[in-house]
């Protein structure tokens, strides 16, 4: 019996084993299947690691100059099964460099000098940044030789840094100035870079357009301001009392335990100058943040600043502070810390249906739309619906790529597209209007074209509209009809296994892929290749339709490789019409489907799809019957 129990388990395990590995996966991730870091299941292997960090940094910003400098230390865990010969650190601020390498335009004002190294120690020995024997800088990347005193596994490596940087001037939707005295400051410190069970160190210079892959670690920061100006961060706010004077502190300890807004600092008070101590020049405003992959903040000195908090894991009991933080002038801002506060219920409680897994959530008030752990730094919109928008889709990237520890360097499918799907029916809801018709939209008129590249080709390597569409739009869609075809039981339970499996963590796509195929039951591969791994379109056809004795034939085909949903409506005189409706599942090892129904009236025609399931081909879509049919 326990032969015949072995070889069954075998067998099932060999049969798992061959469906995951029938979607293409490359060399190098086929190593790490290999050495058990990941398995074909999609749990981490028994033998997952990844390395992290501790940093305590102490930042000193000048508005005047938009200087900023920075001394911080690092304690870095080589928790790998590899012993390190060079550590990789990323200056990203070097992108603003004349010369550097990158992908995005960037006006004169702009232009910086980048981050200058003023002291480096490794293990309390100081680093000669001119050897070049030893120590290299390449755009955005800063390679330092240590095959001298290498990093063993399960050993750590102490840094110490002094730097500073000049704050680019104009609109960035990242980062930057966008008055004379309101700043948002990302990609500021030096960071050590990933080393993964995947490629080893992450050496994909940051250029513009992709954005975050990094190490899980904590952060003790400290950022001294102007004694007028307030800071807004990463983490949680570990010294209100010394920065706020008293009734500011009683109105920002109010909003913590609130269900309602506090309006913390309001239009009329902004600039009394008595919202924050004055006792010295300066304020140090300290904040600790936990197990997060970056750390982030904007200061101001006339900003209005709303608060709320709102039990996410009621189980827990734990509230989450949010805080909306913003220019006098911004009138769609007067609502966000509400907006938030609905959306970090609407993510908690229906999709993905996890508790919003941090502390604190502030949207800042500066351009564009950039997500980074806790805090967002959002531009304003001119109607709600694009306010509604963009909040949202900020606030689910704090699940990916920040509670699940995606690759967007890489990968930018697996948190974007989730961040576009995820907040859809919060968005139709709240904003009243259509995302999904918006994204169908724009996908059926780009799928198929020359330009447009499936999601898997990795994201570094694309660029512009067609970047957005491979890793925003078109997965998005993918999640959707997903969503749609599972239900949502089954949806759900697939989700929550993925998010308990690989928080904290990161998982690549196959690690997502098998995990819904495992935790579902279902080999899904027909469909993940498609949507993700092919070029193609989706196109949709009536071929034949036949109304006889009473029973309606319709035959449908699937023209284009993409499957997506079967809606056919049916039209009747007098304006009555009638659906019938099939899943994207109904295209399963299938190019050709017959619906049959019986009716007691005939149609006078018949439309396929609407403009929630895109169709690049819209022609074909159309059946009209003639007399001659009755």
């Not at 070097?94 to 000098?113: A, C, H, Q, V, W």
């Not at 994909?204 to 670690?217: R, V």
């Not at 049959?596 to 690049?616: A, H, V």
Request: negative net charge.
């Amino acid at each position: 019996m326990k032969t015949c129990t072995t070889l069954t388990i075998l067998f099932v395990f060999s049969i798992l084993s061959f469906s995951q590995s029938s979607l293409y996966i490359p060399r190098n991730v086929l190593n790490a299947y290999e050495k058990g870091t990941r398995s074909f299941s999609g749990t981490p292997g028994e033998n997952y690691w990844q390395n992290s960090a501790e940093y305590k940094i102490k930042v000193f910003v000048e508005p005047e100059t938009r200087l900023v400098r920075g001394t911080e230390q690092i304690e870095y865990f080589n928790n790998s099964p590899d012993t390190l010969k060079v550590i990789v650190i990323n200056l990203i601020q070097n992108m603003n460099k004349p010369g550097s390498e990158r992908n995005i335009p960037l006006p004169e004002e702009s232009l910086t000098d980048g981050v200058v190294i003023e002291k480096f120690l490794i293990n309390d020995l100081p680093v000669i940044m001119e050897d070049v024997r030893k120590v290299s800088i390449r755009s955005t990347l800063l390679r330092i030789n240590i095959e001298d005193d290498p990093l063993p596994p399960g050993s750590k490596m102490n840094l110490e840094i002094d730097w500073n940087f000049t704050i680019p001037g104009g609109s960035n939707p990242r980062m930057g100035a966008y008055d004379s005295t309101s700043f948002f400051i990302a990609y500021w410190y030096p960071q050590i870079a990933v080393y993964d069970d995947i490629d080893g160190w992450d050496i994909l210079h940051h250029t513009g357009e992709q954005e975050f892959y990094n190490d899980f670690s904590d952060y003790e920061v400290e950022i001294t301001v102007p004694n007028n100006f307030g800071v807004w961060s990463t983490g949680t706010l570990q010294n209100p009392e010394e920065v706020l004077e008293d009734e500011y502190l009683i109105r920002y300890n109010k909003a913590r335990n609130s269900d309602n807004i506090i309006n913390i600092v309001t239009k009329d008070e902004v600039n009394s100058g008595k919202i924050y101590k004055s006792s010295s020049s300066v304020n140090t405003w300290k904040y600790k943040a936990d197990y997060v992959t970056d750390f982030a903040f904007g200061i101001s000195d006339h900003y209005l600043w709303d608060a709320v908090s709102f039990v996410a894991d009621k189980q827990k009991g734990d509230r989450v502070y949010i805080a909306a933080v913003y220019k006098e002038e911004s009138k769609d801002f007067y609502e966000v810390s509400e907006i938030a506060r609905k959306c970090i219920s609407y993510f908690s409680n229906e999709l993905p249906g996890i508790p919003y897994p941090f502390p604190s959530l502030t949207v800042f008030n500066g351009s564009g739309g950039m997500e980074f752990p806790m805090i967002v730094n959002d531009g304003s919109a001119k109607r709600r619906s694009g306010t509604v928008s963009v909040t949202s889709h900020e606030i689910a990237h704090q699940y990916f790529p920040f509670f699940i520890g995606t690759n967007e360097e890489k990968y930018g499918w697996m948190d974007e597209g989730m961040a576009v799907f995820l907040p859809f029916n919060f968005q139709e809801r709240e904003g009243k209007y259509n995302p999904r018709g918006l994204n169908v939209k724009i996908y059926e008129f780009n799928a198929g074209r020359e330009m447009e590249l499936p999601p898997m080709i990795p994201s570094y390597q694309m660029r512009g509209p067609f970047l957005r569409l491979a890793i925003y739009v078109r997965p998005a869609l993918a999640y959707n009809f997903l969503y749609d075809a599972l239900g949502k039981e089954l949806f759900d339970k697939c989700m929550h296994e993925y998010i308990r499996r690989w928080n904290g963590k990161h998982p690549i796509p196959a690690d997502f892929f098998f995990t819904f195929n495992d935790v579902s039951g279902k080999d899904l591969n027909w469909y993940w290749k498609p949507w993700f791994f092919e070029s193609g379109y989706p196109d949709l056809r009536i071929a034949e339709a036949d109304f006889i004795d009473g029973k309606l034939k319709i035959v449908i085909d699937k023209i284009g490789n993409i499957p997506t949903p079967v809606l056919l409506t049916l039209n009747f005189d007098g304006g009555l019409t009638t659906e019938i409706y099939k899943t994207a599942f109904v295209w399963e090892n299938k190019n050709r489907i017959v619906i049959e129904k019986e009716l007691d009236t005939k149609p006078i025609s018949i439309i396929l799809g609407n403009d929630r399931i895109p169709d690049s081909n819209k022609d074909n879509n159309y059946h009209n019957f003639s007399e001659s049919t009755y």
